[in-house]
C-alpha cells in the first residue's frame, strides 16, 4: 500500500531555531512536495522536487528551503523559524508527470508550532 | 496562476442527506483531484477527475472542463463523511510536474 511518511506529527520551536520536517516516501515516485495548511487558505505549495537534487520554488517559497540527496526523501527546512511558520506542514508525492495515473499521495502532517 | 474557488464553504447535513460541493476553476486543466481531510488531518484522494463523470459507493464527481467546473456529490451522507473537501487543479499546457492548486476547501459536519 501507497504510504508517505512525516517524521512528527507535532513540533514545537523556539523563534530562531533551525527545523528540520522530513518526510520519506516507499513508492519510488519522482515527485515530491510540501505543502503547508492554514484555516480558510487551503494547501499552498512551498516547494516540489521531481528528481533527485532538483527542485523547484512553489508559490511561498520564502522563508523555507528544501533538500532532497535521495529518491524517497525530501526535506523541509525552516532556517530561522517564526512565529508566521506556525502552520500544519504536509508531504505528498506522485508518479511522474506524463502518466495516465497522476494521482497525488499525502503523509499525515506535521502541526509545528513556534513559539 | 490559476484560480480555484470552493463553494459552499461550510455545510451541515443530517445523516442520511445528500449534498453537491461545488469546484471552479479559471483556466483549462490537465488534472483535477477531489480530497477528503478526516478530522485527524490525513488527506485521501477520492477522484482523479479531469473530465467527465465518476463514480464510487456514495460519492460520485463530474467535470465539465470546457465550462471549468467540478462537482462532488455525497449520497446518504454518514458521519464519517463529515471533514473538508478538497478540489485541486494543475493548468494544462507545459510541464506541471503534477503540481497541484487547492481551493479553500468546503467544511462538512453530518450529525447523527
Known amino acids: 500500500d501507497v504510504k508517505v511518511t512525516q517524521s512528527s506529527r507535532y513540533l514545537v520551536k523556539r523563534t530562531g531555531e533551525k527545523v528540520f520536517l522530513e518526510c520519506v516516501q516507499d513508492m519510488d515516485h519522482e515527485n515530491m512536495f510540501w505543502y503547508r495548511q492554514d484555516p480558510g487558505l487551503g494547501l499552498r505549495l512551498i516547494y516540489f522536487s521531481y528528481d533527485v537534487k532538483m527542485k523547484e520554488k512553489g508559490d511561498i517559497p520564502e522563508g523555507y528551503s528544501v533538500s532532497r540527496e535521495k529518491k524517497e526523501r525530501f526535506s523541509l527546512i525552516l532556517e530561522s523559524a517564526s512565529t508566521n511558520q506556525t502552520s500544519m506542514y504536509l508531504c505528498?508525492?506522485?508518479?511522474?508527470?506524463?502518466?495516465?495515473?497522476?494521482?497525488?499521495?499525502f503523509g499525515s502532517g506535521t502541526q509545528l508550532s513556534v513559539l | 496562476g490559476i484560480q480555484v474557488e470552493q463553494s459552499p464553504p461550510d455545510l451541515i447535513l443530517q445523516e442520511g442527506a445528500n449534498s453537491t460541493l461545488r469546484c471552479n476553476f479559471s483556466?483549462?486543466?490537465?488534472?483535477l483531484q477531489w480530497f477528503h481531510q478526516n478530522p485527524w488531518g490525513q488527506l485521501i484522494n477520492l477522484f482523479y477527475?479531469?473530465?467527465g463523470t465518476k463514480q464510487n459507493g456514495r460519492l460520485s464527481a463530474t467535470t465539465v472542463a470546457t465550462e471549468r467546473y467540478s462537482l462532488l456529490y455525497i449520497s446518504s451522507s454518514q458521519t464519517t463523511d463529515s471533514g473538508v473537501y478538497f478540489c485541486?487543479?494543475?493548468?494544462?499546457?507545459?510541464?506541471?510536474?503534477?503540481?497541484?492548486?487547492f481551493g479553500q476547501g468546503t467544511i462538512l459536519t453530518v450529525h447523527p
Open positions: 477527475i479531469p473530465s
Open positions: 483556466d483549462s486543466v490537465n488534472n
Open positions: 485541486a487543479v494543475s493548468s494544462a499546457g507545459g510541464t506541471s510536474y503534477g503540481k497541484l492548486t
Open positions: 505528498a508525492s506522485s508518479p511522474p508527470d506524463l502518466l495516465i495515473f497522476e494521482k497525488l499521495f
